[in-house]
């Protein structure tokens, strides 16, 4: 079955060919933290309300996760490759939260599947 399944004011998302796939993006400048983004993806993936599953931070610490990305986010993206320069969409971090693996990437996509 195919179906775009695209979190409720995110304005980002693809055909992802399956309904065992949730794909947001996180608005870095908006008022939810990036642990919010993930737990309501994992939230919407599994077809639960989202203080039915698990706190994140028996799984990863929140406030990592967001520092770890958030001044990648902030960065303007460089071409060439040259030293130094910081191209944001390559990084990402890979955990199972909830019965799901969760893909975050550092321009802030969130990927959540089935386990």
């Known amino acids: 079955m195919d179906e775009t399944r695209v979190l409720p004011g995110?304005?980002?998302?693809?055909?992802?060919?399956?309904?065992d796939e949730v794909v947001a993006r996180h608005d870095w400048s908006g008022r939810d933290?990036?642990?919010?983004t993930v737990v309501t993806a994992a939230a919407q993936l599994r077809d639960v309300d989202a203080v039915d599953l698990p706190p994140l931070s028996e799984t990863i610490d929140p406030d990592a996760l967001c520092q770890l990305f958030a001044p990648l986010a902030r960065a303007p993206a460089t071409d060439g490759g040259t030293r130094g320069s910081v191209v944001p969409s390559r990084g990402r971090i890979g955990f199972r939260y909830a019965?799901?693996?969760v893909t975050v990437w550092a321009d802030g996509t969130v990927i959540v599947k089935s386990a």
Not at 10 to 19: F, K, L, P, Q, S
Not at 33 to 36: D, G, I, P
Request: with cysteine; glycine share 12%; proline share 0%.
């Open 10 to 19: 995110n304005d980002v998302g693809w055909n992802t060919g399956t309904a």
């Open 33 to 36: 933290t990036l642990a919010v």
């Open 99 to 101: 019965a799901c693996d």
